[in-house]
């Protein structure tokens, strides 16, 4: 899964003169927007509560630490917090925003159609346009499930709706297919709690269900973000019946070879450009990850942290 668009901007430093005893409630709020601020994302103090790093808390509780922390520690621009020096982003964010309101219609459109393709069980948007936080001519980023031994050719059938997308103008990128079978994310760190905690699913229900109850290790990180961030899915394929009746002639074993040949196939195709990247390819998955995403998130925000003010833990 891609992260929301970041301009890469280096932080103001904070300074260091500051109070030197801050609660534990006061410095998971400042993580929160310390990792938001890694995309030039300030965040509102629903968002602050429900990304909060570490620590369960009410939004009453956290809008009470807010007012202690803006004092001295964040700045506020409207329903926005930011780092010291970092009120920009804020104009960045809403910019961002207006770009991601255009794209949705597309996006639930697509997602429409990748969900009614041969195989797919689960269709979730990711990335960026999951937080409205899209760059101009961003992507559309999804996350497939497919039937257990039909990934690849799950990806064949996305495919062609990758190109018809881009004859009208759109980009979307089905980056990261997962088998039934393989729910579970073995990457235990803040950024990949994020990243399952943002998806928005649009259609199979059931199986993000299953995503995020498998993956509960992300409350370890991100406590209070239980469920989807956003009600945006239609449930199931828009026709079931034609789904499963496509599938029929590819239920044999020449489905399965099928399968085992577009794997062999792309992975020979692939694996040049895998490498130092967050790509990674099986038969129950192909993460399509080329970047390095994963690894400047974490370190930027360990910069981050880094800079600190004195107290924080």
Not at 159 to 169: F, M, N, P, T
Request: hydrophobic share 40%; charged share 20%; aromatic share 10%.
């Amino acid at each position: 899964m891609s992260t929301p668009a970041a301009t890469h901007s280096r932080p103001t430093t904070i300074p260091q003169t500051l109070p030197p005893h801050l609660t534990p409630l006061e410095t998971a709020v400042w993580r929160a927007i310390a990792y938001a601020d890694v995309f030039d994302y300030p965040l509102t103090a629903v968002e602050i509560h429900r990304y909060l790093v570490e620590t369960a808390a009410t939004l009453p509780e956290v809008e009470a630490a807010l007012l202690c922390l803006a004092k001295a520690h964040l700045c506020q621009i409207d329903a926005y917090y930011t780092l010291p020096g970092r009120q920009p982003t804020v104009a960045i964010r809403r910019e961002r925003g207006e770009h991601a309101r255009r794209l949705w219609p597309a996006a639930l459109t697509y997602g429409r159609l990748l969900s009614g393709l041969p195989f797919t069980r689960m269709v979730a948007v990711t990335g960026s346009l999951a937080v409205d936080n899209v760059a101009p001519n961003g992507d559309i980023d999804y996350l497939l499930v497919s039937a257990n031994g039909r990934v690849w050719l799950n990806r064949a059938f996305a495919i062609l709706i990758v190109r018809l997308a881009a004859r009208r103008g759109y980009t979307l990128c089905p980056n990261y297919i997962l088998a039934e079978n393989a729910l579970f994310f073995s990457e235990h760190n803040l950024y990949t709690a994020h990243e399952v905690a943002q998806m928005v699913p649009l259609s199979g229900l059931p199986v993000y269900r299953q995503m995020r109850q498998i993956n509960r290790w992300t409350e370890a990180f991100l406590p209070n973000a239980n469920g989807a961030p956003h009600d945006r899915g239609h449930g199931r394929a828009p026709h079931p019946h034609l789904q499963a009746l496509a599938e029929l002639p590819l239920r044999t074993p020449l489905g399965q070879w099928l399968d085992r040949w577009e794997m062999q196939r792309k992975i020979r195709k692939f694996q040049p450009q895998a490498a130092g990247s967050d790509a990674a390819f099986s038969r129950d998955w192909c993460k399509g990850h080329f970047d390095a995403h994963k690894q400047y998130a974490l370190t930027a925000y360990q910069t981050r942290l880094r800079d600190r003010p004195k107290g924080f833990s």
